[in-house]
C-alpha cells in the first residue's frame, strides 16, 4: 500500500461508457443537441420520476435557468428575497443575485446539514418568494418539516439535488417535492456526463421556459405542437429565429448524453455501493462517538463520507494525519459561505454554518471505496482516536524510579507491554524543556504516564520551597506541553491527596479542589500540582487532548522513602519497628494518641488504578484514587509491628499533636468506573517489608 491514494473524487467513466461513446461518434454526423439528449432526458425523467426533465451543461447553468424561470413565471421582482442555506455551493447563491433577488443566509443544521429549522420560519416575510434547498451531500432535507413552516403562505420550494441523486424522503426521490429540482452530472458525483446538468419538473410552463431559457429563448425549442400558435402569433418574424424571452446557451451535446444513458444503467448499483460505505464508515466513527458528531438518515444517498469533530484542533490535526496518509479532504462543500469576500455584505452570526466550517470535512465516497481503503481508514482512526494502550503501544513512564514508577513499570512488563519508555533523571532532565522536546520528537511516545515530580516529607517542603514550586511546574509544563505537541493520545497526570484544601469535609470530594487554603508547609508543591491540573484541563478544551488527572491518596509501597526526615506514615513506621527490632528495645514510642485516622493506598493497586485510568477514562474531570478505607494510626502501627516481628510495646505518647483526625478520599467516581483496590492492609505492609528487607541500604 506505498502508494495509496484515496481521492476525493475519481474518473467513472467506465470502459463500456467509452465504447459506447466511441461507437456513437463513429456512426453519427450530429454532435450538437438533438435525439441523444432527448432520449437521456426521457430516460432520467422516468429514473426520477417526473414528468419532464431538460438537460444542461452543467449543475450551475441548472440552476441559473431554475431562478431566472421561476422569476419569470412567477413574476417576482428585482429585491425579492429567496432564501437559501449558509453552507452549499457557491452557483445556488450566484443565480439568485444574478437574477436581481437577494439571497437570505439561514443556519444550517448538524443532522441533515440543510437548514437550522428552528430558524427558518424567523427569516421568512412577505418578501420571502422561494425556498431554495439543497440537499447536500446525499442527505435529504426534511421537506416536511419546511412546507410546515411555510403553512399556507404562497413560498416556492426549490430543491437542488446535484449531490444527492436518488435520496428519498418518505420513499420519494428528492427533486419530487418543490416546483423544480436541478441535478449535475459533474465528474465526481453519483453519475457523470463529465459535465452536465438536469432540470426536473412536473409544470408543463416551467418545463417549457427551461427548454426556451437553455436555448438563447428560441421558440423552436417549445415542443413541436406549439410551434404552429408562434408562427402565426409572429407572421413576420422567421419562426426559426423567434425569442420569446430572455435566455442563456446553456445546451449540452450528444456526447454527453450517449454517456448519461450509459451511466444510468449503472445509478443505483452505485447508489446502493455508496450507501453500503457509508453504513461502513458510521459503523468505524460509531467508535469514537466522544469526538465526532455522527449522522445518518434513511433515506441517504451517499455523495462522501463526513467528519464533524467536536473539537476544532482535532479536527484539523485528524485532517492532517489522513492527507499524510493519502487521504484526501475538503471542507463540507467550501465551508460557511458568508465568509467568501464575494458574499461579505451578506455578513451575519450563524453559529452552525460556522462550527462546521472549523469542525467539519469530508472524504470521498464512491463505488471504488470499498474494503481495502474501509480497512485503512479504520486503521488510520483507530491510530488517531484509539486511546487504549495495545501491547506494543509507546509508553513513558516518567520517573519510573519512584514509588508509582517502579509500580507501574513492574505491572505493564508483567502485563507484556513490549515499548516501555524509561529515562533516569541523568538521562533526561525533565526541567530542561529543549532535552524533553528532543525526547519526544524522537521516541514519540503514544501514552504517558507524568509520574515524575519532585516529592517530600515537611521538612523537605519547609527548607526547599523554591526548589519543589520550580521543579514541579517545569516538569509538568514541560512534559504536558510536549505530550499536546508531539500527539500524544493519552496521558495521566498525578496530583496529590495533599492539594485539597486543609478544610476540606471529609471524605474529600474531586469537587472540593481549590475551594479553600492549602496546607501552609507544601503549598508551593500544591500550586504546582494544581496548576498541572488545570493545564491539563486547558489542553483538552483548547486542543481536544486526552490529559486525564488522578489523585491519589497516601502512598506505601516498596521503594518507598525510607528516609528518617522524609517518609511517610508506613515507611516511618516500618523503619522504627525495624530499628527497634535490630537494636533489640523494649519499646517504640509514637507520636500522638494513635486514633486519627488515615487512608493509605498499596502503590502496586494505585498503579493498576493507572493503567485502569488510561484505558477506561476519558473525563476532564480529576479523580481520586483512594483505598476507600481509613484505619486509625494504632492499627496500622500494630500491623507493621506485627510483620515487622518487633516483640517490646507501642506507647503512644498524648503530649504530641494528633494532626487531622480524619484523612479520607471519597472514591464514588472509582467506584463507578468499576474499579477498586484489592491489596489488603497487612498484604501491602508486608510486602513492603520484604522488599526492605532485600533493600537495607534504603535505611542508612
Ligand atoms: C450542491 C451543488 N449545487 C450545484 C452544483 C453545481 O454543479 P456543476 O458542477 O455541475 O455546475 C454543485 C457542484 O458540485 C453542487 O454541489
Redesign the pocket.
Known sequence: MENFFWPLQENIVTEEDKGELINFINTTNRFTQFEKVKQFEEVYSKWQGCKYSVYVN????A?LILINALKEKYNWKDGDEIIVPAI??I??ISPVIQCGLKPVFVDVNFKDFSFDYENLGKEINEKTRAIFI?H?IGFPADVKKIKEIIGNRDIKIME?C??SHGATIEGIKIGNHGVAS?F???WG?HMTTV???MLCTDDEELYHLFLLKRSHGLARELPKVLHESYRKKYPEIDFEFLFLTDGYNFRNTEFNAVLGLAQIKKLDNYIQIRNDNYKKFLDICKRYKEELLLTDNPGISSFSLPFILKNSYRKKEFQKKLTEEGIQTRPI?SGNLLKQPFLEKYQKDLPNAEYLHHNAFYIGNNQFVKGERLGKLEKVMEDFFGDKMHKSSRIYISGHNGLLGTALKNLLQKEGYENLLTRTHEELDLRNQNKVEEFFQKEKPEFVFLTAAKVGGIQANITYPAEFIYDNIQIQNNVINAAWKYGVKKLLFLGSACIYPTESPQPIKEEYLMTGKFEPTNEPYAIAKTAGIGMCQAYNRQYGTKFIVAIPANLFGPNDNFDKQNSHLVSALIRKFHEAKMKGEEEVILWGSGRPKREILFSEDLAEACVFLMNNYNSSEVINVGNGEDYPVREIAEVVKEIVGFEGRIVFDSTKPDGMMQRKFDITRMENLGWGPKTSLKEGIRRTYDWLQNNLERLS
Open positions: 452543467s449543475g450551475s447553468s440552476n452549499t455551493w452557483t445556488n439543497t447536500l437542488d446535484c449531490e436541478t449535475s452530472f459533474y458525483h459535465e452536465g446538468g462543500i
